[in-house]
């Protein structure tokens, strides 16, 4: 089994960034694509950027492009999502999944394992 654990989220101002981290333990895989997706209440889980195994590829939701940067530390199973220029919209619950494989999604339903959130708030 796998766990994620995310940290990193809290009260930010409009403006301001913030830094989440996931860390992958247990029995993680050799390969594996790692990507961030935010939720609120009422909907539906949205993708926010995925990086590929090899670091070399990520995508990014249009609304964050600019803004958010996706990184990895394999040696440390670890991903991270810097977060600039945060606005009250950016305001979820920001979830790590973790997809068997090289290659990631931007599908939620492709992932196959989740950390337990955290949140983010945005005030302006």
């Known amino acids: 089994q796998v766990q994620l654990v995310e940290a990193g989220g809290g009260l930010v101002q409009a403006g301001g960034s913030l830094r989440l981290s996931c860390a992958a333990s247990g029995r993680t895989f050799s390969i594996y694509a790692m990507g961030w997706f935010r939720q609120t209440p009422g909907k539906e889980r949205e993708f926010v950027a995925a990086d590929n195994w090899s670091g070399k590829s990520q995508d990014y939701a249009d609304s964050v492009k600019g803004r958010f940067t996706i990184s990895r530390d394999n040696a440390k199973n670890t991903v991270y999502l810097q977060m600039n220029n945060l606005n009250p919209g950016d305001t979820a619950v920001y979830y790590c999944?973790?997809?068997?494989?090289?290659?990631?999604?931007?599908?939620?339903?492709?992932?196959?394992?989740w950390g337990q959130g955290t949140r983010v708030t945005v005030y302006s």
């Open positions: 999944g973790l997809r068997a494989g090289p290659i990631a999604s931007m599908s939620p339903d492709e992932f196959d394992y």
